[in-house]
C-alpha cells in the first residue's frame, strides 16, 4: 500500500500522472462527485490531470438520492464548480418508492445503477469514485462484524468490474484528512453531508468508533494493510482453486458443469469452498453466501468419503454428487406449485 504524495507532488504532472495512471487508456471517464470533501479534491485533481496533456474526456455526475431536501441544491452547486473547470456535469435522480429498511444498501445499488448507465450512454469506459483509506477501515469493520471471509474482509479493490464499466477508487491510500486539507488549502469548496453523523448508519457508528479504536494502535492505516493482505490471500487461494478445479477434469454441456468430485475431500476446506464457488460461476450461475457455501462444501465432502450420492441446492443451483464421485452442477429446475 503506496502512501498518498505530499499535497505539493500531488498536483504536480508526475504526481497527477501516478495517481491516474490507469486511466491514460479509457475512452472516457465519469467521475461520481458528491459535493463533499474527498470527491471534490477528486474532481479538481482530475481537471489539472486533463490540463496537463491529451487525455479522455473527463464527465461529472451528481446523485440526487431524493431523500434530503438540500440534495438538488448541493448537486446544483458541483455543477456550478465543474462548469468553472471546464467539465460536463449532469445530476442523476433516484426516482421512486424507496424502501423503508435497509435504505443505505439500496442507495448504493441505485447510485451504481444511474452511474454505470450514464457511462454508457457517454461512451466511457471507466468510472472513478472518491473511496478513501478512512472508507476501506470503515469497510473492513462492517465486514468482519457480519461475519465476512477472507474475500470481505480484502475491502474495497482499486480497481472492479461493473458490467461492462472499470470502476477506479484512485485515493484509496488517502486518509481523509489529507483530502480536506487540500481543499481548504485551495479553496476548493465542498459541503458536509448531515446523513454523514446520523448514527441511525451503521457506518457512521463505526466512524464513531475508529478514535479509540486507533488509540489502541487499530487505525485506518492499519485496517487497510490488513485489507491489502486479506487480498493478496484469497487472490492465492483462488489461484490454488482454479489449479485444482482443473485437475478435476471440468466438463461443460448442456448448461451444466460436472468435475470429478474427490478434490473437493483431497484439497484444504478453504480451497473447496473456492471449487465449489468458482464451478458454479463457470456454470454460469451466481455464486452464493459464504456460510452456505460452506455448508454446501461440508456436506459434499462428506458424502465423496462415505461413497455416497447427494443432491442438494444452492443460489438457483443443483448440486448432484452421483455414486461414480462425479459431481454436476447446472440450474435448479422449476419447483412444482402445491394445489
Known amino acids: 500500500m503506496a502512501s498518498p504524495p505530499p499535497p505539493d507532488d500531488a498536483l504536480s504532472d508526475d504526481g497527477l500522472e501516478r495517481l491516474f495512471a490507469s486511466l491514460n487508456q479509457a475512452s472516457a471517464i465519469v467521475a461520481a462527485v458528491s459535493g463533499g470533501p474527498d470527491s471534490t479534491a477528486l ?17 461529472v455526475a451528481t446523485i440526487d438520492h431524493g431523500l434530503r431536501p438540500e440534495a438538488a441544491a448541493e448537486a446544483a452547486s458541483v455543477g456550478r464548480e465543474a462548469a468553472a473547470l471546464g467539465l460536463p456535469h449532469r445530476i442523476l435522480a433516484w426516482t421512486g418508492d424507496k424502501p423503508r429498511a435497509g435504505i443505505q444498501e439500496a442507495a448504493r445499488e441505485a447510485r451504481y445503477r444511474l452511474l454505470v448507465d450514464h457511462a454508457r450512454q457517454v461512451g466511457a469506459s471507466h468510472l472513478v469514485t472518491a473511496h478513501t483509506r478512512d472508507d476501506q477501515a470503515e469497510t473492513v469493520l462492517m465486514r468482519l462484524a457480519r461475519g465476512s471471509g477472507l474475500a470481505g474482509l480484502a475491502g474495497m479493490r482499486r480497481e472492479t468490474d461493473r458490467p461492462g464499466i472499470r470502476h477506479v477508487r484512485p485515493l484509496l491510500d488517502w486518509p481523509k484528512t489529507s483530502l480536506v486539507d487540500l481543499c481548504r488549502a485551495h479553496g476548493w469548496r465542498f459541503v458536509e453531508d448531515p446523513s454523514n453523523a446520523d448514527e441511525i448508519y451503521a457506518r457512521v457508528r463505526w466512524r464513531r468508533l475508529m478514535p479509540r479504536l486507533a488509540a489502541e494502535g487499530l487505525d485506518a492505516e492499519r485496517l487497510a494493510r490488513f485489507a491489502g493482505r486479506a487480498a493478496q490471500a484469497e487472490e492465492a487461494l483462488g489461484l490454488k482453486a482454479r489449479e485444482a478445479l482443473d485437475r478435476a477434469g471440468p466438463v461443460l454441456e448442456d448448461g451444466s458443469l460436472s468435475f470429478e468430485a474427490g478434490i473437493l475431500a483431497r484439497e484444504p476446506f478453504a480451497i473447496a469452498v473456492r471449487v465449489l464457488e468458482q464451478a458454479l460461476v463457470g456454470a454460469g450461475l451466481e455464486s452464493s453466501r459464504l456460510d452456505r457455501l460452506e455448508a454446501c462444501t461440508e456436506r459434499l465432502r462428506d458424502a465423496v468419503r462415505a461413497g455416497e450420492s447427494l443432491s442438494l441446492t444452492i443460489a438457483g443451483a443443483l448440486v448432484r454428487l452421483d455414486r461414480t464421485g462425479r459431481a454436476s452442477i447446472g440450474p435448479e429446475p422449476p419447483r412444482r406449485r402445491g394445489r
Do not use: N, S
Request: net charge positive.
Open 43 to 59: 474532481m479538481h485533481l482530475l481537471a489539472r490531470w486533463t490540463a496537463a496533456g491529451a487525455r479522455p474526456p473527463v464527465h
